[in-house]
Every structure is written in C-alpha cells, then in structure tokens.
C-alpha cells in the first residue's frame, strides 16, 4: 500500500539540504558558503484508521490534515445489542 492519503492524494516528496560553512556577514564574517547539497525526503503524516467509505468500514492511510479538516467519518465505537429481558413468572 502507497504513502498516499486516500482524501487528499498527499504523498512523499523529494528535497534538498544544504550543508553551510563560516560565518554570516551580518555577525561580521565574510559570509556562509555552501558545502554540500543532499538529496532528502518530505514523509506525509499519514494515520492508518477505520473509517468509513462508501458505507463499509474500513482501514485506510489518511493524512492528519483531512482529519483536522473534517473529511474523514469514524464508525461508532461499539454496536450495543439490547437483548430483550425474559419475563419473570
């Protein structure tokens, strides 16, 4: 299963670091340099929980933006099943 949010389509993105040497100009050095570049990568903050799509319930990957923003819908805790009481002679 993708790093992908099912409601919003968020997934892994790609990025640079970069690595700087020496001191800023505004502190009163010559100013910082840039030693290297590294690749890096950008993780959604993606929740595995059971929701419900489509009527049924289900687990799916789902980004904590779409819960702030109301687009998933949770199950109800428990189904309660009321036996009916036998009457008492």
Do not use: W
């Not at 640079?16 to 590294?38: E, F, P």
Request: aromatic share 6%; charged share 25%.
């Amino acid at each position: 299963m993708p790093r992908v949010c099912e409601f919003t389509g968020r997934k892994t993105t790609t990025g640079n670091t970069y690595t700087h040497r020496g001191k800023a100009k505004y502190l009163g050095g010559v100013g910082t340099k840039v030693t290297s570049i590294t690749r890096r990568k950008f993780k959604p903050n993606l929740q595995t929980i059971t929701a419900v799509v489509d009527g049924s319930v289900q687990r799916i990957k789902v980004s904590t933006k779409a819960m702030k923003m109301g687009l998933v819908v949770k199950p109800l805790k428990r189904k309660y099943v009321y036996k009916p009481q036998q009457a008492s002679a």
